[in-house]
């Protein structure tokens, strides 16, 4: 059974606009939650990792919000660029050391038009 | 910068090949993984390993074998490859913390 859930599944916005993206999760323990960011082709760039109850996160025009109760988390992204374009993986670790297992999930492929 | 190199970037084999999948890392991380992403799962865990000399059995191991022959070097065999492991694979390196680094991946095509 899926564990992490990521919605959309697809979204289309045109350059400068803003977007969220939603993780859901049902994770035991959740230790912390990765969003990472894939390109096309290539391999994952971490974003931002959240760990707290109710953590918040910026990096640039990258923001992450985790409410861990509601085993939940969203990525916004503010006033999109055309290589935002790319597909974002939420992953939800369940201890804080390598001994841990990742769990992720499918992807958000996000499409920015001019 | 933690550096996790693949090889080779493309390959496409026929049904029953034998085929290596090459994966280097420079950052001195104990910690090496294998991963399969398929459109519609998220990347799932073949094998992994603590060190050289070490393998342990991740979440899809059926059909992949691996070794890891260094502390560098990690490598995925499929000694006879099926159509369903065409797929993209990844490699990933961590060190205690377990905050994992990906390599570019390696797309796998088999006929």
């Known amino acids: 059974k899926t564990q992490v859930e990521q919605s959309p599944q697809s979204l289309v916005v045109r350059q400068g606009e803003n977007c969220v993206l939603q993780?859901?999760?049902?994770?035991?323990?959740?230790?912390?939650l990765r969003w990472f960011k894939q390109d096309t082709g290539k391999g994952l760039v971490s974003l931002t990792v959240?760990?707290?109850?109710?953590d918040k996160t910026s990096n640039g025009r990258y923001s992450a919000t985790l409410d861990k109760d509601a085993k939940h988390s969203t990525l916004h992204i503010t006033a999109t660029l055309l290589d935002d374009t790319a597909t974002y993986i939420c992953?939800?670790?369940?201890?804080?050391?390598?001994?841990?297992?990742?769990?992720f999930g499918a992807g958000t492929q996000l499409i920015v038009i001019p | 910068e933690a550096a996790v190199t693949q090889s080779p970037r493309n390959k496409v084999t026929v049904t029953g090949g034998n085929v290596t999948l090459s994966c280097r890392q420079t950052?001195?991380?104990?910690?090496m993984y294998w991963y399969r992403q398929d459109t519609g799962h998220g990347l799932r865990l073949i094998h992994y390993?603590?060190?050289?000399?070490?393998?342990q059995i991740g979440d899809v191991p059926d059909g992949y074998k691996a070794t890891r022959t260094t502390q560098e070097d990690f490598f995925l065999l499929l000694e006879l490859a099926s159509p369903s492991q065409t797929s993209l694979y990844f490699c990933?390196?961590?060190?205690?913390?377990?905050?994992?680094?990906f390599g570019p991946g390696t797309r796998l095509t088999v006929l």
């Open positions: 992953v939800v670790g369940d201890r804080g050391s390598a001994l841990g297992r990742l769990h």
């Open positions: 990933a390196s961590s060190d205690d913390s377990g905050e994992q680094y």
């Open positions: 950052n001195s991380h104990n910690y």
């Open positions: 390993s603590y060190g050289a000399g070490n393998l």
């Open positions: 993780c859901n999760y049902s994770v035991t323990p959740d230790n912390h």
């Open positions: 959240l760990v707290h109850e109710n």
